[in-house]
C-alpha cells in the first residue's frame, strides 16, 4: 500500500465493509471511534470495545438503535480520548470547560513519562 504508518494500514484495512479470512465483519470507517483499533496506544488500556462489537454486530443486522448507539460511543470516544471534536456534528462536550477537560486529559496523557515511548517515540529517562 506504500504507507509506512502502521495506524494508517489499521484504518484503511479496518474502513471496509467486507469480511476478513476469519469471517468476522471489519469495522467501518465511520465506528472506528467506538473501538481500540481507532485511538493510540496510549489510551486504548481506557476503552472497553467488547459492548462495541456487540453493537456493531446488532447494526449489520439492521439494528437502527444500535447503529445510533455506536455513532454516539465512536463521538464520545473522539472527544473524550483524542480530543477531536467533528465539525459537522454537534459536540457532546459542548461547554468550555468540557472541551478543556478533553484536552488537558490527551496533554497529560501524552506528557506521561510511563507513556513517552508509545507516544512519542521516544525512550524514557533512566534513574541511575
Not at 7 to 33: D, F, H, V
Not at 44 to 52: V, Y
Not at 86 to 98: G, I, Q
Amino acid at each position: 500500500m506504500g504507507l509506512k504508518n502502521g495506524l494508517n494500514l489499521i484504518a484503511i484495512y479496518m474502513s471496509n465493509n467486507k469480511t476478513n479470512r476469519a469471517g468476522s465483519r471489519r469495522i467501518p470507517a465511520k465506528w472506528l471511534g467506538a473501538f481500540k483499533a481507532g485511538h493510540n496506544y496510549a489510551s486504548r488500556w481506557a476503552i472497553d470495545d467488547s459492548f462495541a462489537y456487540e453493537l456493531l454486530k446488532s447494526a449489520n443486522d439492521g439494528n437502527a438503535e444500535a447503529a445510533a448507539a455506536l455513532d454516539w460511543l465512536a463521538q464520545f470516544n473522539n472527544e473524550f480520548h483524542k480530543d477531536w471534536f467533528d465539525p459537522l456534528k454537534p459536540p457532546l462536550h459542548n461547554t468550555a470547560e468540557l472541551r478543556k477537560s478533553c484536552s488537558d486529559r490527551k496533554n497529560a496523557r501524552n506528557r506521561c513519562v510511563l507513556n513517552v515511548s508509545a507516544t512519542s517515540r521516544l525512550k524514557p529517562p533512566i534513574d541511575e
